[in-house]
């Protein structure tokens, strides 16, 4: 976009000079991606496997006793997928020489010896799950949304008891949901969430161009990028998806209504005809883009730190949702479940416990029991790029304890996480 002076002076022309100079410079979502990439494929390999990879593999034994059964039973069951190609021979430890598989290698046994998938055993019986979409919001930064986002995300992944099929959708246009994707060289296709509700409006979206060759449906459900799990995939975000934001501002009453239509009418039942359980991402503001997440959503979660500066804002963002529902297309009739989860909490500060208390006596049981602690072990495994449940005490990027404890924290919350869920 070619720039243009609005005022007369001098340094603010300069300034907007310099911004779409930047803009012009700033690298797209396919160039993010690939350059990011060497990045995310740990070079550190365990048994022949990259570590991240190593990291879920589960013994034999452990699946024999998830799968249940006589030992002599299974292990015929088990021979028979491997002569039938359903799984590659496993790989022996080199430590304990045990028979390790990898997490896909796991769904694809339970697939071929027709084990449920996402739904819930009531007696004897077992009932499919209402297909699930949750907005982690809250307009205040730096509580952990994206934390929160994707540590629930890969803990729904790594739930075999659930088996369900997981995205996240990045609305944050800091886009810093990027760093789990894995780059398949076969998918050509490089869009944001953004770039679909916008896409026909824009000639030189890629989106548009793709329709010229491919149906909008099949477009939609590629869209989403593989991670290191084989039942999550990531939709990420791109700083140039604030141009949404500037175009609802600008748009008529009823071309707003048509950018939520479109994603709740066509985006949507498209993508959940692939996925189970979608976690949307949304930025820490009060706009378009966090209304879009509120639009689609049956689950609200709203992650708090205990901090006097959260606390305040937090009170204000949700005080003010009743009244922002009302101006939604659906009127917030999807809506039925709302939680709160305390984040990054040191039960041994004081100040903390004295808000968490404040925090308690007002959200009742709409909080979780559980929380997110503060602990180094988050540090450590944004800086390879993962969720502490991907980390290993042996790869030595944080103590053990501190790992353990944060490793429990988010299954603790994840325990009443998947509680809520059943509820919908």
């Known amino acids: ?229 084989c039942n999550l995939n990531v939709m990420p975000a791109h700083p140039m998806d604030e141009r949404l934001t500037d175009e609802f501002w600008q748009a008529s009453s009823e071309e707003r209504d048509k950018i939520f239509s479109r994603l709740r009418e066509t985006i949507l039942p498209a993508l959940q005809e692939k996925y189970d359980v979608i976690l949307i991402d949304t930025p820490p503001v009060d706009g378009p883009l966090t209304w879009l997440a509120l639009e689609i959503s049956n689950f609200l979660l709203t992650p708090i730190a205990p901090k006097e500066m959260d606390y305040s804002s937090t009170g204000s963002f949700l005080s003010a949702l009743d009244r922002r529902y009302a101006t939604l297309p659906s009127k917030g009739e999807n809506l039925k479940v709302h939680k709160m989860v305390l984040t990054d909490h040191d039960p041994k500060s004081t100040a903390e416990v004295n808000i968490k208390h404040r925090i308690v006596k007002s959200a009742q049981e709409s909080l979780f029991g559980s929380h997110f602690v503060h602990s180094d072990a988050f540090v450590a495994a944004s800086s390879k790029h993962r969720t502490v449940l991907d980390l290993s005490h042996a790869e030595g990027l944080c103590s053990k304890i501190n790992l353990r404890k944060a490793s429990e924290s988010v299954q603790a919350v994840y325990s009443q996480f998947i509680l809520a869920i059943r509820s919908i």
């Open 1 to 229: 976009m070619a720039h243009k002076n609005f005022t007369n002076n001098v340094i603010s022309n300069n300034a907007s000079k310099i911004g779409h100079e930047m803009l012009s410079d700033q690298q797209t979502l396919k160039d993010r991606i690939l350059s990011n990439d060497s990045v995310r494929i740990d070079s550190d390999q365990v048994n022949g496997m990259p570590r991240i990879v190593y990291n879920h593999a589960i013994t034999k034994t452990a699946l024999r006793k998830f799968v249940g059964g006589a030992t002599k039973t299974f292990g015929e069951k088990f021979t028979k997928a491997v002569e039938l190609g359903v799984i590659p021979e496993p790989i022996q430890s080199n430590t304990n020489f045990r028979y390790l598989l990898t997490q896909p290698e796991v769904h694809a046994l339970l697939d071929h010896w027709n084990f449920p998938k996402y739904s819930v055993e009531v007696g004897n019986n077992r009932f499919p799950l209402k297909k699930c979409v949750v907005a982690i919001a809250n307009q205040k930064g730096g509580v952990a949304k994206s934390t929160t986002t994707s540590s629930l995300a890969v803990a729904t992944a790594l739930d075999l008891h659930l088996r369900a099929n997981v995205l996240i959708l990045d609305l944050d246009p800091q886009g810093s949901m990027d760093q789990f994707t894995v780059h398949d060289p076969e998918n050509e296709i490089f869009l944001t969430l953004v770039d679909i509700i916008m896409g026909k409006d824009l000639e030189k979206n890629q989106f548009f161009e793709l329709l010229d060759v491919a149906d909008e449906k099949d477009i939609i459900q590629k869209a989403p990028f593989e991670t290191h799990l």
